[in-house]
């Protein structure tokens, strides 16, 4: 396929794609990632915020200034990267997206990497366009040893238990909003990182289309992860539950 030929025929449609970015305590990281963003692409971007206390606010502030299709929310008390993401999924249905593509604030997601996804996803109907960072051996390079092990265990994990090749773990995906029923996203129960496996699996289920694409990490440079030992435990006992949840 010929991407850049493919693309231009795409740019110029009425489709209207939405791109979201959960953020807390991303200062560091958010001004690089949106200046980017607005380089490559006119899309609208929302930004869900859990109350940031690191001067990231104030940064999205001098941002919305400077690029009029960038929002924010900020969220005093609802918490949580799941529900965050489900926030600007649902946002994207109320104002009648077409596309939602969901990224991580740190710099680990490349965003060159969604004008192949929209393309994927209009030209061959898929309903989600997931990365994967296991069909590219080099996608983990820069990765170290104990984070890649843990994230590979993972991968493992899901696998085993919910019995799927998809690397549901990425946050960097593309939604089709135009085939995908809202009600179905209804039964999804995890608000936090366990959200973004059980929203393909339940899709999956469904008979959605989904399809992984190669990818290549960057390792966060500045910041640090969010993740805490108590969303590991969760996520352990979310796939249990989960693997024995008979309805969807």
């Known amino acids: 396929m010929d991407i850049q030929k493919t693309y231009k025929i795409f740019r110029g449609s009425a489709l209207k794609t939405l791109i979201i970015i959960p953020t807390l305590n991303e200062a560091s990281n958010i001004l690089i990632?949106?200046?980017?963003?607005?380089?490559?692409?006119?899309?609208?971007?929302?930004?869900?915020?859990?109350?940031?206390?690191?001067?990231?606010?104030?940064?999205l502030e001098f941002l919305k200034r400077r690029y009029k299709k960038l929002k924010y929310i900020v969220r005093k008390k609802e918490k949580g990267i799941g529900?965050?993401?489900?926030?600007?999924?649902?946002?994207?249905?109320?104002?009648?997206?077409?596309?939602?593509?969901?990224?991580?604030?740190?710099?680990?997601?490349?965003?060159?990497?969604?004008?192949k996804m929209l393309i994927l996803s209009k030209k061959n109907k898929y309903d989600v366009?997931?990365?994967?960072?296991?069909?590219?051996?080099?996608?983990?390079?820069?990765?170290?040893?104990?984070?890649?092990?843990?994230?590979k265990l993972r991968y493992f994990l899901v696998k085993i238990f919910l019995k799927t090749k998809i690397d549901s773990s990425s946050g960097f995906r593309?939604?089709?909003?135009?085939?995908?029923?809202?009600?179905?996203?209804?039964?999804i129960k995890n608000k936090k990182y366990f959200f973004l496996i059980e929203i393909l699996y339940i899709l999956e289920k469904k008979g959605y289309k989904i399809i992984d694409i190669p990818t290549k990490?960057?390792?966060?440079?500045?910041?640090?992860?969010?993740?805490?030992?108590s969303d590991v435990i969760n996520s352990l006992i979310e796939l249990f539950l989960l693997n024995r949840r008979k309805k969807f």
């Not at 990632?33 to 929302?46: A, E, G, M, R, T």
């Open 33 to 59: 990632l949106i200046k980017k963003i607005f380089s490559l692409y006119s899309y609208n971007v929302l930004v869900i915020d859990d109350n940031s206390t690191d001067g990231t606010i104030k940064k």
């Open 83 to 115: 529900s965050a993401h489900l926030k600007g999924i649902q946002y994207a249905y109320k104002f009648k997206y077409d596309f939602c593509i969901s990224m991580d604030a740190d710099g680990t997601h490349d965003p060159k990497e969604i004008k």
């Open 129 to 151: 366009i997931n990365t994967s960072r296991f069909l590219n051996k080099k996608s983990l390079s820069d990765w170290p040893a104990f984070r890649k092990l843990i994230t």
């Open 174 to 187: 593309c939604y089709n909003l135009k085939s995908i029923n809202f009600n179905d996203l209804k039964k």
């Open 217 to 229: 990490l960057k390792f966060r440079v500045d910041g640090k992860s969010k993740m805490k030992v």
